[in-house]
């Protein structure tokens, strides 16, 4: 597989998707609170059916919010996680590619093999 990615185009999107998210942080911490706040305020007779169909719409979509937030997350580290092992692996390959050189070895294409069987320099 050929792998060319951009990590600074990558960081920069990284950046840019955790700035936007971090607005939503504060809204999500303050969703219960929040939620709490209207139940106690329909907390009378003539408000029942309200707080019925509020306590219902938040028991149906919390599960929904937390779900995205965690995905959000996990996408993000995912993809770091994905771009740092990749700067890693170059990081590897040219170690190795080093102390081949330094061994005498020529490296050969993938999928061929060296003339006579030989694939050292002297």
């Known amino acids: 597989m050929d792998w060319d990615i ?18 939503f942080d504060p809204l999500t ?9 209207i139940m106690n305020g329909l907390n009378y007779d003539v408000f029942t059916v309200v707080a019925a ?4 719409y938040a028991q149906h979509w919390s599960p ?3 779900a995205a937030a965690k995905q959000v997350g996990a996408s993000l580290t995912g993809a770091q996680n994905a771009v740092m092992a990749y700067m ?5 390959m040219a170690l190795n590619a080093q102390r ?3 061994r005498g070895e020529i490296p050969q294409p993938p999928g061929s093999t060296p003339p006579g069987g030989r694939n050292r320099a002297v």
């Not at 951009?6 to 607005?23: F, I, N, P, R, Y």
């Not at 169909?53 to 219902?56: H, I």
């Not at 890693?88 to 590897?92: A, F, I, S, T």
């Open 6 to 23: 951009d990590v600074e185009g990558v960081s920069k999107v990284l950046t840019d998707t955790q700035t936007a998210a971090a607005q």
């Open 29 to 37: 911490k303050a969703y219960g609170a929040k939620l709490e706040a």
């Open 53 to 56: 169909a509020v306590g219902e």
């Open 64 to 66: 929904t919010l937390e």
């Open 88 to 92: 890693n692996g170059q990081e590897e």
């Open 100 to 102: 081949a050189a330094g």
